[in-house]
């Protein structure tokens, strides 16, 4: 069964054992393959290459015909993540956009790249940067040709540091189940061209809002400043208080102020409150509180 991601998603997936995190990887793997999308899957170095590989073929997947094609490529983890024996993530940084030209010169549909984040529970420098790294990540993959699978042992703090940086997160053996076959992340996020406007669905709350802040920059970067910056909020069932404090922040600092399209009259009640811009945050298309999400 089709996994329920789309170019665009980055999930926090937690994990107990080794073989539910190969379990994701396949489903997830297997839909980029029929989907004419290439996949890049960080793998664990803690193991054998062959053992992952024999692993990944016992769940049905072809792994020396997409290797050999050039629809996967599995690199190891440290190999990107703790080069010189420690994390910087700017550099980590990085290899995803060189990973989406490639991906795009190749003529792909789309790139899956998956990550096994095990290596996070070691003791290792610099690894304080990595919520702000896969928040920085979800900025990069707002694009919409590219998602992410961030595979996390659910041990420690680590999961609960980073969950916030990504849109959702998910247990394996949810991902992985056919009988759950309804879920669906509780964010997406895509910034879309001709003309800029960024695009919302789900829900923004604690458990996802640090990964708001990294797309909002980007949105900034992309659009002309002689208009106003557009978010399409059609889609948004709840957006928390600091949630909306980072729109009215985002209205202040562009020239011509921030055009909400769509959003449920609650929400914008509650914006015209929190809006200390002089009035630059404004609104278009509004739905009325009786027929709100």
């Known amino acids: 069964m089709d996994d329920q991601l789309k170019p665009g998603d980055h999930v ?7 073989d539910d995190q ?36 016992r769940k049905g997947i072809k792994v020396a015909e997409a290797l050999t094609s050039g629809q996967l490529k599995m690199i190891p ?49 610099g690894v304080e940067q990595l919520a702000w790294y896969e928040a920085q990540v979800s900025g990069v993959l707002a694009d919409g040709y590219a998602m992410g699978l961030c595979c996390y042992p659910d041990l420690g703090d680590t999961p609960q540091k980073v969950g916030t940086a990504h849109p959702s997160t998910v247990y394996g ?68 208080v600091a949630t909306m404090r980072l729109l009215v922040r985002a209205a202040s600092a562009w020239p011509r102020g921030l055009t909400l399209i769509g959003c449920p009259e609650p929400i914008a009640e509650m914006l015209r409150m929190l809006d200390d811009s002089g009035g630059r945050v404004m609104f278009a298309d509004n739905i009325p509180d009786s027929v709100s999400p």
């Open 173 to 240: 053996t949810v991902y992985s189940s056919d009988i759950d076959g309804a879920w669906t992340p509780q964010l997406r996020m895509r910034i879309h061209r001709d003309p800029v406007r960024l695009c919302v669905t789900g829900e923004i709350d604690l458990s996802n809002r640090d990964c708001l802040p990294p797309v909002l920059d980007r949105l900034l970067r992309l659009s002309d400043p002689t208009g106003p910056l557009e978010i399409d909020f059609t889609g948004v069932s709840f957006a928390d």
């Open 22 to 57: 190969l379990s994701a990887v396949a489903r997830y793997a297997s839909t980029g393959f029929g989907s004419h999308q290439q996949v890049v899957y960080l793998a664990d170095a803690g193991k054998s290459f062959d053992g992952i590989v024999e692993m990944l073929r």
């Open 77 to 125: 983890a440290p190999e990107l993540y703790l080069d010189g024996g420690r994390f910087d993530a700017s550099a980590a940084l990085e290899a995803l956009p060189r990973w989406i030209a490639d991906a795009r010169d190749a003529g792909f549909a789309g790139l899956r790249v998956a990550t096994d984040m095990g290596w996070t529970q070691l003791p290792v420098p």
């Open 12 to 18: 926090c997936l937690l994990y107990d054992t080794m």
